[in-house]
């Protein structure tokens, strides 16, 4: 990776707005990003490109430690290339340090997948992101599982957490804010190894 290596990494948790959807399935984006900007000590406040972000660090002082915005697109799941691009140009962020964190239907329930680049897989959140600045971003993909029975997809991912879901769900966000984390100061590889169990 040609990454300079104190260029600001961009945290997208991918979303809807609004309190109606923000237990939905579709919304684990943003759940993830929320519990990261907790760990930093930050608040999301408006910025002008539709979104809410934090600014911050992670990782141990020193050569690992790096600047991060944390941001939730405040467009609709499927405009957020829009938002996103507009916080890359003003944060001058490389597209390989863009990291989307959403739900993926083809994992099953709170299993995690890291990877950088490839297709939409229908998402979308990320088919607009990479129509506007192309496919090469990393992705931290949170399984959600297929819906059950006959059920629409589009039904499915903008309904909340089953109870049972929920037992686990802080288990699982709390793991993927650590996968962030991970991929953020460690670097692919390795954050895969310990998460793309």
Known sequence: MTTEANAPWLVVGLGN???????????????????????????????????????????????????????????????????VTQLRDFYKVPVENIVAVHDELDIDYGVLRLKLGGGDNGHNGLKSMTKSFGPDYHRVRFGIGRPPGRMQV????????????????????????????????????????????
Do not use: C, W
């Open 154 to 197: 589009a039904d499915f991912v903008l309904k909340d957490f089953s109870s049972t879901e929920r037992k686990e769900l802080d288990y699982f966000v709390d793991r993927a804010a650590d996968a962030v984390e991970a991929l953020v100061i460690e670097g692919l590889e390795r954050a895969q190894s310990t998460y793309n169990s």
């Open 17 to 83: 707005p609004g309190p109606e959807y923000a237990g939905n399935r579709h919304n684990v984006g943003f759940m993830v990003a929320d519990l990261l900007a907790s760990r930093i000590g930050g608040k999301f406040k408006a910025h002008k490109a539709r979104a809410q972000v934090v600014e911050g660090r992670i990782g141990p002082a020193g050569p690992l430690n790096r600047r991060v915005i944390l941001a939730k697109p405040l467009s609709y799941m499927n405009l957020s290339g829009g938002p």
